[in-house]
């Protein structure tokens, strides 16, 4: 099945600064889903974008379907964007799943 | 409009043991799917159920079951818990099978 991998792993900003964070998947894919989880687990939708650009406020993200992968932008970073973000593209084919990357651990420091 | 919810918020069993996890999906979505998420991993997929019919599985034993009811929502059961079990379990609820998931806050179990 198609494998996601995220990078990086972990990533610390001071409040202000500006972040990117990507997305790697294996196949081709025709749609994704952007997610942060926070503290308390709940996973928020930020955007679902099968390709090109999409922005809401301060985030953007990008995909490049045929080069498989996707980029989120976060710009001006609060504390309250820490958590976790995810990217889930489906699982391939008639398959209406989500895969799951091991995600990118965001911590914002005022 | 509610947004996806679930219950109980936190669960704690002892191994052995058999637990029902409830789900109830967005107003308008049919859609519902289970996953199980293990700290500091991703989310990884149980299963989905579309018109009262498991539509897709993951890789996961028989232990794990579920049901979807005519009002669309859904119920996990977990029969023989084991420690591993331990985990939060997501419900996400959808339009239909290939379309934006949208995810409940959880349900944590702790199988001791």
């Known amino acids: 099945g198609i494998q996601v991998e995220q990078s990086p792993p972990d990533l610390i900003l001071q409040e202000g600064a500006n972040s990117t964070l990507r997305c790697n998947f294996s196949d081709s894919v025709n749609n994704l889903q952007w997610f942060h989880q926070n503290p308390w687990g709940q996973l928020i939708n930020l955007f679902y974008i099968p390709s090109g650009t999409k922005q809401n406020g301060r985030l953007s993200a990008t995909t490049v379907a045929t080069e498989r992968y996707s980029l989120l932008y976060i710009s001006s970073s609060q504390t309250t964007d820490s958590g976790v973000y995810f990217c889930?593209?489906?699982?391939?084919?008639?398959?209406?799943?989500?895969?799951f990357g091991k995600g990118t651990k965001l911590s914002v420091k005022p | 409009d509610a947004g996806v919810t679930q219950s109980p918020t936190h669960l704690i069993k002892t191994r052995g043991q058999q637990v029902t996890l409830r789900c109830s999906p967005k107003?308008?979505?049919?859609?519902v799917s289970w996953y199980q998420q293990a700290l500091g991993q991703g989310p990884q997929f149980i299963f989905q159920y579309y018109e009262e019919e498991e539509r897709q599985r993951g890789n996961f034993p028989d232990r794990f079951s579920g049901h979807q009811f005519p009002n669309y929502s859904s119920e996990l059961n977990v029969n023989a818990l084991l420690l591993g079990d331990s985990a939060l379990y997501l419900c996400?609820?959808?339009?239909?099978?290939?379309?934006?998931?949208?995810f409940g806050p959880g349900t944590r179990l702790t199988v001791l």
């Open positions: 889930a593209p489906p699982g391939g084919g008639s398959q209406g799943n989500l895969i």
């Open positions: 996400a609820s959808s339009r239909d099978l290939y379309n934006e998931q949208f």
């Open positions: 107003s308008g979505h049919d859609t």
